[in-house]
Nanobody
């Protein structure tokens, strides 16, 4: 199974970007798909996730109201619409997928609980 992330780039503060992630390879069904980001020298941090069962979405406090996660569970695709971008949003963004369903917030927001990861896409926000 491979996750392919795309849509990163360079944008000015206040601008928008839309990230996408698609799964390919042998058939699998994800239950939760999410986005994480990492800045060199810092730990990877949770950004957003969507649980297919019920369509619940989860966000880090730092992106609430600015980012929106959406997707299609049948296609195993997930998108992250990022608006009002700030320089502190600059990072490599990774998509991830989890096989076993959970509604536990701590599990959903923990990267090590995910089974598959994309290669990352760079997002740079200039001030």
């Amino acid at each position: 199974v491979q996750l392919q992330a795309s849509g990163g780039g360079l944008v000015q503060a206040g601008g928008s970007l839309r990230l996408s992630c698609a799964a390919s390879g042998r058939t699998f069904s994800s239950t939760v798909m999410g986005w994480f980001r990492q800045v060199p020298g810092k730990e990877r941090e949770f950004v957003a996730a969507i649980r297919w069962s019920g369509g619940s979405t989860y966000y880090a406090d730092s992106v609430k109201g600015r980012f929106t996660i959406s997707g299609d569970d049948a296609e195993n695709t997930v998108h992250l619409q990022m608006n009002s971008l700030k320089p502190e949003d600059t990072a490599v963004y990774y998509c991830a997928a989890r096989r076993i369903d959970t509604s536990v917030f701590l599990t959903i927001t923990s990267g090590w609980r995910y089974d598959y990861w994309g290669q990352g896409t760079q997002v740079t926000v200039s001030s």
